[in-house]
């Protein structure tokens, strides 16, 4: 399967614990896209590399939240001391350096309880 | 602040009908308007749209961009039950890396 891929698909834990999360996009995709989208709304952007340098992050990003692409391959995306409000679909994208079309994983399915 | 904004947020149809889904943008430094359909897993790319007036087809579905008005249009003719999904509308800036700014989607369902 050559699409992106994120794992896990789904995640539980508890309130004050840490999570991350890994997204491989598509091999030949410079950019890569974090979202989060929570239940019955559209996603909304978090931040994006440019193969290893992230080059913009949302005001949604609170400093509990962080994001690498060491390699300029896969990236993490980590949540501190989640809340539950942290309780939603974290979606990573990819793109080519060219192309507009963002092509997204599946999804991890993130519940704080 | 950059806003999407789709109508109707749902709609419920039967086999066979032709549905017109719509987003309006408000935007700076217009880009591109992309769709995707989301079923109950990742948005799957649909249609990018650049320039006004230049019809995107493929099979049931065609979209249109108006960028004088700020519109879009995605029609789906002769639905199926399997066009059940949320239909949401993107739009990406310039200068911004590509981020996309989606809309809060259009849920449809296909009844037989």
């Known amino acids: 399967d050559t699409g992106v891929s994120q794992n896990p698909r789904h995640k539980i834990t508890k309130r004050g614990q840490n999570v991350t999360f890994r997204c491989d996009p598509i091999?030949?995709?410079?950019?890569l896209y974090w979202y989060r989208q929570t239940l019955g709304q559209g996603p909304e952007f978090l931040t994006y590399?440019?193969?290893?340098?992230?080059?913009?992050k949302s005001r949604l990003l609170s400093d509990r939240f962080s994001a690498e692409r060491p390699k300029g391959s896969f990236s993490t995306l980590e949540i501190q001391r989640t809340e539950q409000g942290d309780s939603a679909m974290y979606l990573c994208?990819?793109?080519?350096?060219?192309?507009?079309?963002?092509?997204f994983g599946p999804g991890t399915r993130l519940t704080v309880l | 602040e950059d806003k999407v904004v789709q109508s109707p947020l749902s709609l419920v149809v039967h086999e066979g009908d032709t549905v017109t889904l719509n987003c309006s943008y408000e935007?700076?430094?217009?880009?591109?308007l992309l769709w995707y359909k989301q079923e109950k897993k990742a948005p799957t790319f649909l249609f990018m749209l650049?320039?006004?007036?230049i019809e995107k087809k493929s099979g049931r579905l065609s979209s249109i961009l108006d960028k004088k008005e700020l519109f879009s249009i995605l029609n789906i003719t002769a639905t199926q039950t399997g066009d059940s999904a949320v239909y949401l509308c993107?739009?990406?800036?310039?200068?911004?890396?590509?981020?996309?700014?989606f809309g809060q989607g259009t849920e449809l369902s296909v009844k037989p």
């Open positions: 994208a990819s793109s080519s350096y060219r192309g507009d079309e963002q092509f």
């Open positions: 091999s030949e995709h410079n950019r």
């Open positions: 590399f440019q193969n290893e340098a992230q080059l913009e």
């Open positions: 935007v700076t430094n217009f880009r591109s």
């Open positions: 650049t320039s006004s007036g």
């Open positions: 993107a739009v990406m800036i310039y200068n911004q890396g590509g981020k996309l700014i």
